[in-house]
């Protein structure tokens, strides 16, 4: 199993970006996905999950109506859409593959991580 994220950086408070995660190794379309991030000081958080089919969507209340979670079967793909970013976004953010198709909060492999700042 192999998950690489791409597309983070430097970005204005109120600011989008958007994060990629190409997977393989795997029946990506067999699996839920979700992103986790971990601020600087803090524990890993999960912040979006998907389901294999990318039919049902869950987000953590900080991230709910600027956050959209979705998944490109075709691609093997996973993407983050970030909007009205806020500085504490500042996390390292990693795509993780979940244990089954519901995209349920257990993870058993994830991706290196892609660095996002939020910053003035």
């Known amino acids: 199993v192999q998950l690489v994220e791409s597309g983070g950086g430097l970005a204005q408070p109120g600011g989008s970006l958007r994060l990629s995660c190409a997977a393989s190794g795997f029946v990506f379309s067999n699996y839920g996905m979700l992103w986790v991030r971990q601020a600087p000081g803090k524990g890993l958080e999960w912040v979006a999950r998907?389901?294999?089919?990318?039919?049902?969507?869950y987000y953590t209340d900080s991230v709910k109506g600027r956050f959209a979670i979705s998944r490109d079967n075709a691609k093997n793909t996973l993407y983050l859409q970030m909007n009205s970013l806020k500085e504490e976004d500042t996390a390292l953010y990693h795509c993780a593959k979940s244990l089954g198709r519901a995209g349920g909060l257990e993870y058993d492999y994830w991706g290196p991580g892609i660095q996002v700042t939020v910053s003035s």
């Open positions: 998907i389901t294999s089919d990318g039919s049902v969507t």
